[in-house]
């Protein structure tokens, strides 16, 4: 039912859209905003009358909870904000930095609820058990659920980070509240009183949530790896015409949802018409941003296909750096001949995993060399990761 709403939010526009964005995480927000509010004044009072810290602390948890809100509030309205001459990227990233917010907020939460929960373990006091609490606490937990499967249907499709923040938030919150409504039941039944204890335990739940929200916007803020089903999307496409016979040196990076840029190198033959290469190239741009919105500056590298030479010795090269590991790739290769030596002109690429050094890298591909010829010298660059 909420993705339909959502579909229908969305329309035939594009999800990826400033615009659409902007509209989506405007309503997902001032719900949030809403509800929470409405949850922290139903549960502070009904806390505050049972003289429970469980409750109580559940309703700070609501109340950062509304904050976080007004905090997605305002930054869809600013990543929604176009390109100008201090930021020609636009403003999309904004919205990590809202994220961190939402986390360093559910964190201080967390650690004030804890120091208050354990304040109530050395001191205990004696809770009610009220209809009226377990009512607020169930209608919770049922909204709750509600805004974590609009906020995730919101993110999944407008791909927002902090929307998926919310999400996982809400549902902490639904764990979080259950574990309360079980305490007083306990509490009731049992006569042991668990007040404190569950306030702790949701303290630390909460705690757990704010950090599992910090490092991942902390990860999109630094920079992380490109998703590998886009790499070989764009490079299925590259490869799909045949004028382009290898790609490497492949990097993507990103200034928000709909901002993407991609540069990679694209080997050609040697002998083909430059302006006929060009073309391909544009051809290929062009489609990766019309069919995966990635904007793409493609380096044209033409290699010799018609000698014979150079050739047998790529190969010989290909097979020798296979031969010292497995993971690593050469390209780029130059045949440089000269009247005392030949170069050898290449590039190898090292994933991060090798832990092998240049150095001994270098040593080790020399060794293979020579054992081909001793007349030949290599010059060689290492592309890490």
Do not use: W
Request: glycine share 6%; hydrophobic share 45%; proline share 3%.
């Amino acid at each position: 039912m909420l993705d339909y709403i959502v579909r229908r939010i969305i329309g035939e526009r594009n999800p990826t859209d400033l615009s659409v964005r902007k509209t989506c995480g405007t309503i997902a927000s001032i719900a949030g905003i809403v509800i929470n509010l409405l949850l922290f004044a139903g549960k502070f009072i009904t806390g505050t009358l049972a003289g429970s810290i469980s409750i109580t602390a559940d309703a700070l948890n609501n109340l950062s909870d509304a904050a976080s809100s007004v905090i997605s509030f305002v930054s869809f309205r600013i990543s929604a904000k176009p390109a100008d001459r201090d930021h020609p990227f636009g403003h999309e990233r904004f919205e990590y930095v809202a994220s961190l917010i939402v986390s360093f907020i559910i964190l201080i939460i967390g650690f004030e609820l804890f120091t208050d929960s354990l304040d109530k373990i050395i001191h205990p006091a004696e809770t009610e058990f009220s209809l009226l609490a377990v009512c607020v606490l169930v209608v919770s937990i049922c909204f709750k659920l509600i805004l974590y499967f609009f906020y995730r249907s919101v993110g999944r499709a407008v791909d927002s980070s902090v929307m998926m923040a919310s999400s996982a938030d809400s549902l902490s919150d639904v764990v979080s509240t259950g574990a309360v409504l079980i305490a007083l039941f306990v509490s009731h039944l049992t006569g042991i009183n668990l007040d404190g204890y569950i306030g702790a335990a949701v303290a630390i739940f909460i705690f757990i949530s704010g950090l599992k929200i910090l490092n991942e916007n902390k990860n999109h803020i630094i920079g992380t790896a490109p998703d590998p089903k886009l790499i070989e999307k764009i490079k299925s496409e590259a490869r799909s015409h045949p004028e382009i016979l290898g790609i490497h040196d492949m990097m993507i990076h990103n200034y928000g949802t709909s901002r993407c840029f991609a540069t990679f190198h694209a080997e050609v033959d040697g002998r083909d018409d430059i302006f006929k290469s060009h073309d391909v190239i544009d051809l290929i741009e062009r489609d990766v941003f019309e069919k995966y919105g990635v904007q793409c500056v493609i380096h044209l590298d033409p290699i010799e296909t018609d000698n014979e030479l150079v050739n047998e010795l790529r190969e010989d090269i290909y097979e020798s750096v296979k031969g010292i590991d497995e993971r690593l790739s050469v390209h780029d290769f130059r045949f440089v001949p000269g009247v005392t030596h030949t170069n050898l002109i290449f590039d190898v690429f090292v994933p991060f995993e090798v832990t092998t050094g240049d150095e001994e890298l270098r040593r080790l591909i020399n060794a293979k060399v020579k054992s081909i010829s001793t007349g030949y010298h290599t010059v060689i660059t290492f592309d890490r990761g």
